[in-house]
């Protein structure tokens, strides 16, 4: 198989659902050339459907420190830290893909669901 080739057929398996076969096509790809950029998105895309929130900060970590811009990686990241509690962490990377992106009502939406639970949990 040529690489590209089966980047794709992860990606296809993630849009399918099918993460089981998406985790070892990863795993396979991984043996191949670690710590390709897309494959770690990837991953942290079926550690996110799999709502392991942790795991998906640990995989983007290494996509925005090369492509910090890349959209994508920040809107998980931001879901995933809002989803663990980390409401300053979330804002970061929200106020980041909006600073790119200022058109999307949907990180508007969580952004904004934000200040409730920060002022919730403070007190």
């Known amino acids: 198989y040529h690489l590209e080739a089966r980047l794709e057929k992860a990606a296809l398996l993630v849009q399918l659902t099918r993460l089981d076969e998406a985790q070892k096509e990863l795993v396979s790809i991984d043996q191949l050339q670690p710590g390709l950029l897309r494959a770690l998105y990837l991953k942290g895309l079926v550690a996110f459907f799999l709502q392991d929130y942790q795991r998906t900060r640990e995989q983007l970590e290494d996509v925005l420190a090369s492509f ?19 409401y300053e962490q979330a804002d970061i990377y929200l106020s980041r893909f909006l600073a790119i992106l200022p058109g999307d009502l949907s990180m508007r939406r969580v952004k904004r669901s934000f200040l409730p639970r920060q002022l919730v949990s403070s007190l």
């Not at 910090?68 to 980390?86: F, K, M």
């Open 68 to 86: 910090p811009n890349h959209l994508p990686s920040l809107r998980l990241q931001g879901i995933s830290a809002y989803a663990l509690g980390q």
